[in-house]
């Protein structure tokens, strides 16, 4: 009986131990996490709090394509250009994959008259659209004949 109450402590100790683990793991900041946090206050229209938040979530995770792609989008919408190009590029350098971050490239590159650095890249997110955005492929689609007709 003695070594079973031994046991049951020495078990204890371990559970104990992992809830203090992920205790301390969930306070400290995630990257998903802020990067989510960012999103909803986009979709609320508060551009300047997504902002602080995809800035925040680098600082964890300077590495996280999707919260540069988001900050890409959130200065795209803010209409600092300079700043969406540089996010979306560095999304891209990170996850050649991010077909979002593609045409959000292709769109500023528009804006500052790279026609066919714009093209470029609408071709890109015309390779592999999300299958639930026909209309925004559709869109895409019909910028990028206008684009090359223009070129």
Known sequence: MKRQSGRISVWTTVAVGALM???CAASKPNAIAL???GITLQQKG???GAIAKYRQALVVDPNDAQAHYALGSALQKKKDTDGAITEY???LSKDPNLVGAHMGLGYCLYA???IPGAIRELKAYLQNPPADEPEMKAKVEQDLQKLE???
């Open 149 to 151: 007709a223009a070129r």
């Open 89 to 91: 590029r560095t999304a």
């Open 35 to 37: 990067t989510n946090e």
């Open 21 to 23: 683990l992920s205790g």
């Open 46 to 48: 508060d551009l300047d």
């Open 112 to 114: 500052k008259g790279d």
